[in-house]
């Protein structure tokens, strides 16, 4: 087992250093989306690149640090029910909803994202807004790394969730002393 703990340290890890690498676009959309509405507020401009560049900011970062929110355990759920649950039952549903809902929603969007994207790479696809910014098929390719972290890190959940219920999970420490769970 203590292979499997090894690649879901691994999991762990490149999914916290690509959530921390990544954290640094979210103060640039506040700056963006600040400047923004000062520019419309104030001297009634708008710039359609600017407004694309909120949203070209926002799908990286909620697709690449996904993952990360995971890693963190900060992933919104119906904890009503899910906090009342004994430490074995959460590890129950934390398995199960991985290998069966989680895991297979990463496969299916993955997949079903490949054409799409590879259309938008073959014409080269552009903002269809005069003035918008161009190279869109690169913001599109961020659809399938990010859940593919996403998923890596379901498999992590999945090989923790097991050893828990095996017995055999310590406190698997990641990077800067966080830990998985939220334990």
Same mark, same amino acid.
């Not at 640039?28 to 710039?47: I, Q, T």
């Not at 895991?103 to 490949?114: A, E, F, N």
């Not at 269809?128 to 498999?155: E, H, M, N, T």
């Given at each position: 087992?203590?292979?499997?703990? *090894?690649?879901?340290?691994? %999991?762990? #890890?490149?999914?916290?250093? !690509? ?12 700056? !963006? ?6 520019? @419309? +507020?104030?001297?009634? *401009?708008?710039? &359609? ?11 990286? +970062? ?8 995971? &890693?963190?355990?900060?992933? &919104? ?8 649950? $004994?430490? @074995?039952?959460? #590890?129950?549903?934390?398995? !199960?909803?991985?290998?069966?809902? +989680?895991?297979? !929603? ?6 079903? $994202? ?8 073959? &014409? ?8 918008? %910014?161009?190279? @869109?098929?690169? +913001? *599109? /390719? ?13 498999? $992590?959940? /999945? ?14 420490? %990641? /990077? ?8």
């Amino acid at each position: 087992m203590s292979w499997l703990q *090894k690649i879901s340290r691994h %999991i762990d #890890a490149l999914n916290e250093r !690509v959530g921390r690498a990544i954290s640094w676009l979210a103060s640039l959309m506040v700056v !963006v989306v600040a400047w923004n509405v000062f520019l @419309r +507020l104030f001297f009634h *401009k708008g710039s &359609v690149a600017m407004q694309e560049l909120e949203w070209h900011l926002f799908g990286p +970062l909620f697709l690449l640090t996904a993952g990360y929110t995971l &890693v963190h355990n900060e992933h &919104v759920r119906v904890d009503i029910f899910y906090s009342r649950l $004994s430490a @074995r039952t959460q #590890a129950v549903v934390d398995f !199960v909803g991985s290998l069966f809902f +989680l895991i297979p !929603v990463c496969i299916l969007v993955i997949w079903t $994202s490949w054409p799409f994207i590879a259309a938008s790479w073959v &014409v080269g696809e552009v903002s269809p807004d005069p003035g918008g %910014i161009p190279a @869109r098929y690169i +913001l *599109k /390719a961020v659809i399938p790394v990010g859940f593919s972290l996403l998923g890596l890190q379901g498999v $992590s959940m /999945a090989i923790h969730s097991l050893c828990r219920l095996m017995g055999l999970e310590g406190e698997e420490v %990641i /990077a800067e002393g966080d830990t998985f769970l939220g334990t």
